[in-house]
C-alpha cells in the first residue's frame, strides 16, 4: 500500500498544509494537516501536527487501532498547546487534521475539521469522515430540507471551522468505533480543503482516467491550476494504491447507509 502525494500553495504566499505517510510491511498511515491563525503560525500548527501524531502512532503499544489513533490525537494536541505556552505569538495557531490508517484491508480513520477523506469506488468519490465547518452543518441542513442548496452554498461564513486542533478541548472529534472493510481495487484519497474548488465528480474522473496514483494526483492539480482561481487556497492530495482486498459485506452496509443519508459509520 503506497499513497501519492501532490501539494501545491495556490494563490496564497505560504503553503499551510503538511502531510506525512508511512508504510511499513503490515499497515500504511498517512495524515495530512491545514494550518490556521495566519500563513506562518498556520504552517507550524499543521507540520508539528502531522510530526507528532504521525510518531505517536507508530510508537504507541496499543493493539487496537482506535484507541491508537485517540490517544495520538490527544498527544498532538497537547504539543501544540505545550509549543503555545513556551511561545506566545502562536497563541491563535491552529489545524485541521485528518489521519488515515490501513492494514489487512481495513480502514481506521481520525479527523478534525474540515479536511476530506474519501472512498474511491468504481461509481465514485464517498465522503467517509465529517465536515467540520459551518459548511458541513449547512450541507447537512440542506439535506433535510431546512434551506436550499443555493443557500447553503452561498453562505459566506461556510469556511469557517466548527472544530480544530488548538492545544484546548477539540469540540468535534471523528473517530469510528470500527474499521471500515475496502473493497478490492478501491483507493483512498485524503485532500486538505482547497480540492473542493473542483466537484467530487472532477475529481473522480481524473482518479479514472489514469491508473497510476502520482499521475491522477498531479493531474487534479493540474485540473486546480486551470481554474485560475483569485483566492485558491493551498492543496494536498494523497492518494493510496488500489487496494487488494476481499469485498466485504460490512462495506456495502455501510454504503446504503450514505445512500440513505446516515453519515456515520458506528
Given amino acids: 500500500m503506497d499513497f501519492a502525494i501532490c501539494s501545491w500553495p495556490g494563490k496564497r ?11 511499513l510491511e503490515s499497515r500504511a498511515l498517512t495524515v495530512i494537516a491545514d494550518g490556521v491563525g495566519g500563513s506562518e503560525y498556520g504552517g507550524i500548527a499543521s507540520r508539528l501536527a502531522v510530526d507528532e501524531f504521525a510518531c505517536a502512532e507508530l510508537e ?5 487501532p482506535i484507541k491508537r489513533l485517540e490517544q495520538s ?5 497537547e504539543a501544540i498547546e505545550r509549543l503555545k505556552q513556551a511561545q506566545p505569538q502562536y497563541a491563535d495557531m491552529a489545524t485541521t487534521l485528518t489521519a488515515a490508517r490501513i492494514q489487512k484491508g481495513m480502514l481506521w480513520w481520525i479527523s478534525v475539521g474540515d479536511s476530506p477523506l474519501y472512498l474511491v469506488t468504481k461509481t465514485g468519490l464517498c465522503r ?5 465547518s459551518v459548511g458541513g452543518s449547512l450541507d447537512a441542513m440542506a439535506r433535510k430540507g431546512f434551506m436550499t442548496e443555493k443557500e447553503a452554498k452561498s ?13 484546548t478541548d477539540i469540540p468535534f472529534v471523528d473517530c469510528p468505533n470500527r474499521g471500515l472493510p475496502i473493497a478490492n481495487g478501491q483507493q483512498i484519497l485524503i485532500g486538505s480543503d482547497g480540492m473542493k474548488s473542483l466537484s467530487p465528480d472532477e475529481v473522480f474522473d481524473a ?11 498531479d493531474s487534479i492539480l493540474s485540473k486546480l491550476k486551470a481554474l485560475n482561481r483569485p483566492d485558491q487556497d ?10 487488494r482486498a476481499p469485498w466485504h459485506h460490512g462495506l456495502r452496509q455501510y454504503l446504503q447507509m450514505r445512500a440513505a443519508g446516515v453519515s456515520r459509520f458506528r
Fill in 234 to 243: 493551498n492543496v494536498t492530495l494523497a492518494l493510496s494504491s488500489k487496494i
Fill in 73 to 77: 490525537l490527544k498527544h498532538t494536541n
Fill in 155 to 167: 453562505d459566506p461564513a461556510r469556511h469557517q471551522l466548527t472544530s480544530a486542533l488548538s492545544g
Fill in 207 to 217: 482518479i479514472v482516467s489514469d491508473p497510476n496514483p502520482q499521475s491522477a494526483v
Fill in 60 to 64: 504507541s503499544e496499543s493493539d487496537n
Fill in 128 to 132: 467517509l469522515n465529517e465536515d467540520h
Fill in 13 to 23: 504566499e505560504d503553503q499551510q498544509d503538511a502531510v506525512v505517510t508511512v508504510r
